[in-house]
T-cell receptor
Framework: GQQLNQSPQSMFIQEGEDVSMNCTSSSIFNTWLWYKQDPGEGPVLLIALYKAGELTSNGRLTAQFGITRKDSFLNISASIPSDVGIYFCAGYNSGGSNYKLTFGKGTLLTVNP | NAGVTQTPKFQVLKTGQSMTLQCAQDMNHNSMYWYRQDPGMGLRLIYYSASEGTTDKGEVPNGYNVSRLNKREFSLRLESAAPSQTSVYFC????????????FGQGTRLTVV
């Protein structure tokens, strides 16, 4: 099946620092999604990417859909304490009857005030 | 806006008991999903329903059954619960035909003793 490798597994940073995390896949994806999960909550969609090479921003968050369609990264600039949580990438391939979203294992972000 | 609603939020079962997790969405989405989340494993797909009337196995379907009752509702059943099924279960939905962004419920925390 499709595999998503997300790195790093965890990050511990100081408030104000920039953060970068990425996902790579063994397969081509048509869509990349980035989610954030707060403790005790369900994942919440941050950014959706639909086109190879696409670069999209949402406030302090920027994500890119890799040109090979096998990778994506998420950057957070000027981190703040409320950025703490688990960040997941997810990929979707609409080829054939494969409608399922595949998730990475997550990056746990801790921000030290 | 309710979005995706899961019930119950918490449940404790004895080994061998059965139960059904309920999920409903009010966004008129075509596709619905059940995931389980375990520490260090990310979100793993149990079953999904690409559209009303269809269901397909995901990555970890053993020990589970699903029913897409109608377009709004997608239930997950554990016929004979096992301790290995202790997890947090998330239901999600997406429009899928034009838009693959998936939206999640708040989760059901299940403990099997």
């Amino acid at each position: 099946g499709q595999q998503l490798n997300q790195s790093p597994q965890s990050m511990f940073i100081q408030e104000g620092e920039d953060v970068s995390m990425n996902c790579t896949s063994s397969s081509i994806f048509n869509t990349w999604l980035w989610y954030k999960q707060d403790p005790g909550e369900g994942p919440v969609l941050l950014i959706a990417l639909y086109k190879a090479g696409e670069l999209t921003s949402n406030g302090r968050l920027t994500a890119q859909f890799g040109i090979t369609r096998k990778d994506s990264f998420l950057n957070i600039s000027a981190s703040i304490p409320s950025d703490v949580g688990i960040y997941f990438c997810a990929g979707y391939n609409s080829g054939g009857s494969n409608y399922k979203l595949t998730f990475g294992k997550g990056t746990l972000l801790t921000v030290n005030p | 806006n309710a979005g995706v609603t899961q019930t119950p939020k918490f449940q404790v079962l004895k080994t061998g008991q059965s139960m059904t997790l309920q999920c409903a969405q009010d966004m008129n989405h075509n596709s619905m999903y059940w995931y389980r989340q375990d520490p260090g494993m990310g979100l793993r797909l149990i079953y999904y329903s690409a559209s009303e009337g269809t269901t397909d196995k995901g990555e970890v379907p053993n020990g589970y059954n699903v029913s897409r009752l109608n377009k709004r509702e997608f239930s997950l059943r554990l016929e004979s619960a096992a301790p290995s099924q202790t997890s947090v279960y998330f239901c999600a939905s997406s429009e899928m035909t034009l838009n693959t962004e998936a939206f999640f419920g708040q989760g059901t925390r299940l403990t099997v003793v």
